[in-house]
């Protein structure tokens, strides 16, 4: 049974760091792309990064390019969210997602979610 | 515009027939996926592709596209299909993704 276990939200400063963490289970994180999505308080979703499968390639919103990295330790079958130079327009639920194999852009696994408020 | 538009709000009457729609100039080249999402929940992967439904998904879900237009129709709306719904797809370059802004399906 595939599942997604998002955490590491908190409250930070502006101009803080946070790493956000998803640990997964029933599929080998090696096999698929994973993406982060965030949802702000009463807001819709909105697509933060892409890691490809093999490791080799991310790509990233405009809104979060440079300040936020996306990467992976397959030995933890874990995905991270490296945040830095946090602002107030960051906080958000945050969501790691999986995307369904070979389809970039169809997310058929989600986490629950994990709150991240910058605040000062 | 380079982004997915959807309604903010629709409304459907119990048992009714309801289509929510997405328009990109992406959906030309990608299908959109189709996700619902209840109120503090993560969002669920309703509808894919040409006009499929992972398991557990109900048949009155289905998926359609013309031209730049994707669209989700729910045949025979319940009480429990009141969620916001989010399309998604490729950006035109491919390598990013895009969100719609969401539709707020209310059922009558």
């Known amino acids: 049974q595939v599942q997604l276990v998002d955490s590491g939200g908190g409250v930070v400063q502006p101009g803080g760091s946070l790493r956000l963490s998803c640990v997964m289970s029933?599929?080998?994180?090696?096999?698929?792309?994973m993406h982060w999505v965030r949802q702000a308080p009463g807001k819709g979703l909105e697509w933060l990064a892409f890691l490809q499968h093999d490791g080799t390639n991310q790509y990233y919103a405009d809104s979060v390019k440079g300040r936020f990295t996306i990467s992976r330790d397959t030995s933890k079958n874990t995905l991270y969210l490296q945040m830095n130079s946090l602002r107030l327009e960051d906080t958000a639920v945050y969501f790691c997602a999986k995307e369904k194999v070979g389809s970039v852009s169809i997310l058929d696994h989600w986490g629950q979610g994990t709150l991240v408020s910058v605040a000062s | 515009s380079s982004g997915l538009t959807q309604d903010p709000a629709v409304s459907v009457a119990l048992g009714q027939t309801v289509r929510i729609t997405c328009q990109g100039a992406s959906l030309r080249n990608y299908f959109a996926t189709w996700y619902q999402q209840k109120s503090g929940r993560a969002p669920i992967l309703v509808v894919y592709?040409?006009?499929n439904r992972p398991s557990g998904i109900p048949d009155r879900f289905s998926g359609a596209t013309t031209g730049d237009t994707a669209s989700l129709t729910i045949t025979g709306a319940q009480a429990e299909d009141e969620a916001h719904y989010y399309c998604?797809?490729?950006?035109?370059?491919?390598?990013?993704?895009?969100f719609g802004g969401g539709t707020l399906l209310t059922v009558l």
């Open positions: 029933g599929f080998t994180l090696r096999s698929f792309g």
């Open positions: 592709g040409k006009n």
């Open positions: 998604n797809s490729r950006d035109t370059s491919g390598n990013h993704v895009l």
